[in-house]
């Protein structure tokens, strides 16, 4: 019966889909070339990456804008473009991509944001994806098997784990190196797999009417359907603990830092990014601002643009309670570019703290939604740069994560306690992304 549920589920959202407009195909083979030569000249990427805003070169008659030129609002907006419309992307910055951004200080390029992706395999919904939005430009190097090694406790008594990719590689890697934990470590892989599978259920419940949704919440037919919403909304630390009670493991299963602990984080997050590494870690061929180098002409093709150095200061709207446009600074004088839709990729408190209008801020439904969610912890990065080849420097195709014990929720605990308490952080993982390129210097 709940296999029923689940199809018919899939079913009312495909039919809304299908209904709810115009539809146009979006994705083709067709686009795709083979990759051109690398582009290197600084004249030629500065035109890309770092156009700036001026008044006569926003399109006319637009179809969307789009706040912040990050890769969602990217993706955003080629898709857009991929569908006949014309979109802006309006940046800040003075350098378009986000954390796909790379900066240059002393004849060392240096990447702000992405370490390495995966499912990016031949065939994977990724690579499909990525490909469709650069148009097959987006070459990736694919890193060791070994990806990560995990350093846990002080230098003293420092443990040493290896994370391998590989469909069984992972699983056999972590058993050799926890021989007691062997049932504990297939039902993680097992967790892993269901998670990744049925993850997009919870897309669908998220296009699902409210009415909908609250019904099958309120009837308890949510958690039947799938244990994917059980996963979801249980803490990571709390299913650990049902699986195993070595702390090592435990660690391991969260080393990936990304804001939060592992008592605050949902499980079913921490099984996606170790799932999304089973079939390989990657790097892209050039460094992270190709991603946003290869995008952009897909928006430029269909009439769009990308421009940086234009601070969106406000959202549009109109008596109807629509989305009209946005007004952004340009020296000490504010100017309005219009469009039917508004896409805001600057994050959520962005969006509903600064960008519209006051009436709209103080609405109940915002306050509490916006009650719902806080920032994560905050980091610093300190980017060094080594003269010499990798392969001089010995210089390996992994990353390293260290952490002070394998209590990670006491570790990453909201407090500044432990930012000034000694010289030393809680954790501190160290990449290069130089071991990806095999053109670059350290």
């Given at each position: 019966?709940?296999?029923?549920?689940?199809?018919?589920?899939?079913?009312?959202?495909?039919?809304?889909?299908?209904?709810?407009?115009?539809?146009?195909?979006?994705?083709?083979?067709?686009?795709?070339?083979?990759?051109?030569?690398?582009?290197?000249?600084?004249?030629?990427?500065?035109?890309?990456?770092?156009?700036?805003?001026?008044?006569?070169?926003?399109?006319?008659?637009?179809?969307?804008?789009?706040?912040?030129?990050?890769?969602?609002?990217?993706?955003?907006?080629?898709?857009?473009?991929?569908?006949?419309?014309?979109?802006?992307?309006?940046?800040?910055?003075?350098?378009?991509?986000?954390?796909?951004?790379?900066?240059?200080?002393?004849?060392?390029?240096?990447?702000?944001?992405?370490?390495?992706?995966?499912?990016?395999?031949?065939?994977?919904?990724?690579?499909?994806?990525?490909?469709?939005?650069?148009?097959?430009?987006?070459?990736?190097?694919?890193?060791?098997?070994?990806?990560?090694?995990?350093?846990?406790?002080?230098?003293?008594?420092?443990?040493?784990?290896?994370?391998?990719?590989?469909?069984?590689?992972?699983?056999?890697?972590?058993?050799?190196?926890?021989?007691?934990?062997?049932?504990?470590?297939?039902?993680?892989?097992?967790?892993?797999?269901?998670?990744?599978?049925?993850?997009?259920?919870?897309?669908?419940?998220?296009?699902?009417?409210?009415?909908?949704?609250?019904?099958?919440?309120?009837?308890?037919?949510?958690?039947?359907?799938?244990?994917?919403?059980?996963?979801?909304?249980?803490?990571?630390?709390?299913?650990?603990?049902?699986?195993?009670?070595?702390?090592?493991?435990?660690?391991?299963?969260?080393?990936?830092?990304?804001?939060?602990?592992?008592?605050?984080?949902?499980?079913?997050?921490?099984?996606?990014?170790?799932?999304?590494?089973?079939?390989?870690?990657?790097?892209?061929?050039?460094?992270?601002?190709?991603?946003?180098?290869?995008?952009?002409?897909?928006?430029?093709?269909?009439?769009?643009?990308?421009?940086?150095?234009?601070?969106?200061?406000?959202?549009?709207?109109?008596?109807?309670?629509?989305?009209?446009?946005?007004?952004?600074?340009?020296?000490?004088?504010?100017?309005?570019?219009?469009?039917?839709?508004?896409?805001?990729?600057?994050?959520?408190?962005?969006?509903?703290?600064?960008?519209?209008?006051?009436?709209?801020?103080?609405?109940?439904?915002?306050?509490?939604?916006?009650?719902?969610?806080?920032?994560?912890?905050?980091?610093?990065?300190?980017?060094?740069?080594?003269?010499?080849?990798?392969?001089?420097?010995?210089?390996?195709?992994?990353?390293?994560?260290?952490?002070?014990?394998?209590?990670?929720?006491?570790?990453?605990?909201?407090?500044?306690?432990?930012?000034?308490?000694g010289p030393q952080p809680n954790v501190g993982p160290v990449s290069s992304p130089s071991h990806s390129l095999p053109v670059a210097s350290a």
């Open positions: 019966i709940f296999d029923i549920l689940s199809c018919l589920l899939v079913a009312l959202a495909i039919i809304l889909f299908l209904t709810a407009g115009q539809r146009y195909k979006v994705f083709s083979e067709k686009c795709l070339r083979p990759p051109g030569p690398l582009v290197t000249d600084s004249k030629e990427r500065d035109a890309r990456l770092k156009r700036g805003f001026r008044v006569d070169r926003v399109p006319p008659a637009l179809d969307a804008v789009v706040i912040g030129s990050g890769i969602g609002g990217l993706a955003a907006a080629a898709l857009l473009s991929k569908a006949g419309k014309k979109v802006v992307v309006l940046e800040q910055h003075d350098l378009a991509g986000g954390c796909t951004h790379t900066f240059q200080n002393k004849g060392f390029e240096f990447d702000v944001g992405i370490h390495y992706l995966g499912q990016l395999h031949e065939n994977s919904f990724l690579k499909i994806a990525l490909d469709q939005i650069t148009e097959g430009q987006l070459q990736f190097v694919k890193l060791e098997q070994h990806y990560d090694t995990v350093l846990l406790g002080q230098p003293d008594h420092c443990r040493e784990y290896h994370i391998h990719a590989g469909k069984t590689a992972m699983a056999d890697s972590l058993k050799k190196q926890f021989p007691e934990e062997e049932e504990a470590i297939d039902e993680i892989m097992k967790l892993m797999k269901h998670a990744s599978r049925r993850t997009p259920l919870i897309a669908i419940l998220k296009i699902l009417p409210y009415p909908v949704v609250n019904l099958l919440i309120w009837t308890g037919l949510l958690d039947k359907i799938s244990p994917v919403f059980r996963l979801a909304t249980t803490s990571h630390s709390e299913m650990m603990s049902r699986l195993t009670q070595n702390k090592d493991l435990q660690a391991l299963s969260a080393y990936v830092f990304y804001g939060v602990p592992p008592k605050e984080s949902s499980f079913l997050i921490n099984a996606l990014l170790l799932h999304h590494y089973k079939r390989g870690a990657y790097y892209p061929y050039g460094g992270a601002s190709e991603i946003a180098f290869h995008i952009i002409p897909v928006i430029q093709q269909a009439g769009g643009e990308v421009m940086v150095r234009a601070p969106v200061q406000r959202i549009l709207i109109n008596n109807q309670g629509k989305a009209f446009g946005v007004t952004l600074l340009k020296g000490q004088k504010e100017i309005e570019v219009h469009a039917p839709v508004v896409i805001s990729d600057a994050g959520i408190f962005n969006t509903f703290q600064k960008f519209v209008p006051q009436h709209i801020q103080e609405n109940s439904e915002i306050q509490s939604l916006l009650g719902m969610i806080r920032h994560g912890m905050g980091s610093f990065l300190v980017f060094v740069g080594l003269d010499g080849t990798k392969e001089e420097l010995n210089i390996v195709s992994k990353n390293f994560w260290m952490y002070k014990g394998n209590n990670l929720d006491s570790l990453l605990g909201y407090t500044l306690s432990w930012i000034i308490s």
